[in-house]
C-alpha cells in the first residue's frame, strides 16, 4: 500500500552531485564559484538584525526585485525573485504546463528537469542537441507539433559549456506557441567581447522567460536565491498565485542586495574564472583529455576511447584521491568528465591527480 501518486511513485529524484563534510576535497564537481562571496555580503550578514527575524519578510521582495530591475534595464513588474533557480523551474511547471500536457528539453540538459516534470505529472518530449550541442533547424516546428506548453533550453549549455546566439534563441521563442524558459545558470561566466544579453526581449517578447541565480555568478549557492525575468504576463500569476506565500527569507533579501550592489567584485570572479577556464582547458588537452569551447564556469572533457583508462575510471581514481569531478552514466556523457573550473591551484591539482592516473598501469 502506497500513499503516493502513480507519477511520484514511478519516479526517481535528482541525483545531486557529491557534498562532503572534509575540507581537504578539492571539489569540482557541482559548478560553485571558487571565490567566496563579496565582503559586502559577509558585511551585510554580521550587520543583519537578528530582530528582523521576528516578523516575516517582504513578500515580494521589492527591494531586491527593483535592484535587480535596474541591472537588466527593466521594471519590477519583470522580475521574480525565488528560493534558488530551483524553485523558479518548479514554478513555471506548476503555473504553465497542466498535468498530461507536453513539456519539452533538450537532451541532454539538467538533470533536474524530468524530475520536476514528473513531480508535475507532464508529459516530456526531448530534442537531441547535435555533435556540436547544437538545436536542430527544426525544432520550433517540432516542438509546436509536440503541443510544448513549455520548452526548457540551458545556455550556455550544460553540461557542454556550449552558447548559442541570442538572435537563434529569439528566433525560436517568436516561433514556439509556448513559453520558452531559457536557463542562464551561468551566463555571467560568457565571454563579455560577446555581448551575448537576452536581457532586454523580455519586454518585447511575451512567452520569454530568463533563469538567473545567485548560486554560480555570486558565489552564493548555500543561501539559495534565485530569479526570473519575463514579461509581466508570465511573471504575474507566479508572484500573485503559484510561488509559496514568503518564498524568499529576509536574511537572503538581504544578502542578495549586497551581492548585486557590488558588480565591481562579481566581474572580477567571474573574469578570474574565465582565465582559468583557458588554462584548465589547456592542461587537459595536454594530458589527451579534449574540451568543447566553454562559455560557462565547467568544462566537458572528452576522455579518448582508446586511451588507458575510462571515463568512469578516472572519475572513480580522481574521487579515491581526493578530488572530485562529475561524471554521467549516460550513453551520450559516458565518455566524458564534467569538471568544475576551481582556483588555480585547484585545477592544478587536478591536472597533476589526472597525470599520475594516467601514468598508472591501466586498469583495463
Ligand atoms: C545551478 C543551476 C540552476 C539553479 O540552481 P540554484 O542553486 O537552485 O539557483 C539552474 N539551472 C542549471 C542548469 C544550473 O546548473
Redesign the pocket.
Known amino acids: 500500500m502506497s500513499y503516493e501518486r502513480d507519477n511520484i511513485r514511478r519516479m526517481h529524484g535528482y541525483q545531486w552531485g557529491e557534498q562532503p563534510d572534509t575540507a581537504d576535497v578539492t571539489k569540482l564537481n557541482t559548478?560553485e564559484n571558487p571565490y567566496p562571496p563579496s565582503p559586502m555580503v559577509a558585511r551585510a550578514l554580521s550587520e543583519f538584525d537578528p530582530g528582523l527575524l521576528r516578523t516575516y519578510p517582504r513578500p515580494t521582495a521589492d527591494p531586491l526585485r527593483d535592484q535587480l530591475a535596474g541591472l537588466h534595464g527593466v521594471t519590477r513588474d519583470h522580475v521574480l525573485v525565488t528560493n534558488?533557480?530551483?524553485?523558479g523551474?518548479r514554478l513555471a511547471l506548476s503555473t504553465f504546463v497542466d498535468p498530461g500536457t507536453t513539456f519539452a528539453m533538450a537532451e541532454p540538459?539538467?538533470s533536474?528537469y524530468p524530475v520536476l516534470a514528473q513531480i508535475q505529472d507532464a508529459r516530456i518530449t526531448t530534442v537531441d542537441l547535435d555533435a556540436n550541442w547544437q538545436l536542430p533547424p527544426d525544432s520550433a516546428a517540432r516542438l509546436n507539433a509536440a503541443g510544448a506548453r513549455l520548452t526548457r533550453l540551458?545556455n550556455p549549455h550544460?553540461p557542454s559549456g556550449h552558447l548559442t546566439a541570442a538572435a537563434r534563441l529569439e528566433a525560436l521563442g517568436r516561433e514556439l506557441d509556448g513559453v520558452l524558459l531559457v536557463?542562464e545558470?551561468?551566463v555571467d561566466f560568457v565571454d563579455p567581447a560577446l555581448n551575448h544579453n537576452l536581457g532586454p526581449l523580455v519586454r518585447d517578447l511575451p512567452n520569454l522567460l530568463l533563469?538567473r541565480?545567485?548560486?554560480?555568478g555570486y558565489s552564493l549557492?548555500g543561501l539559495?536565491?534565485?530569479y526570473l525575468l519575463g514579461h509581466p504576463t508570465l511573471i504575474r500569476p507566479m508572484i500573485e498565485k503559484t510561488r509559496d506565500s514568503y518564498n524568499v527569507d529576509a536574511i537572503s533579501q538581504a544578502l542578495g542586495g549586497a551581492a548585486i550592489a557590488d558588480q565591481d567584485y562579481a566581474r572580477r570572479t567571474w573574469q578570474q574564472v574565465r582565465e582559468s577556464r583557458q588554462a584548465l582547458a589547456a592542461g587537459l588537452a595536454r594530458l589527451g583529455l579534449d574540451c568543447a569551447q566553454s562559455q560557462t564556469n565547467f568544462v566537458l572533457a572528452r576522455v579518448a576511447d582508446d586511451g588507458p583508462r575510462s571515463a568512469r575510471d578516472l572519475y572513480l581514481g580522481l574521487k579515491a584521491r581526493g578530488v572530485l569531478v562529475r561524471y554521467f552514466d549516460t550513453p551520450r556523457l559516458a565518455q566524458r568528465l564534467r569538471i568544475s573550473v576551481g582556483t588555480p591551484e585547484q585545477n592544478q591539482r587536478l591536472i597533476a591527480t589526472l597525470e599520475e592516473l594516467l601514468h598508472e598501469q591501466p586498469s583495463r
Open positions: 559548478n534558488g533557480g530551483d524553485e523551474l540538459s539538467y533536474l540551458v550544460a536557463d545558470a551561468y533563469l541565480t545567485f548560486s554560480k549557492a539559495r536565491l534565485g
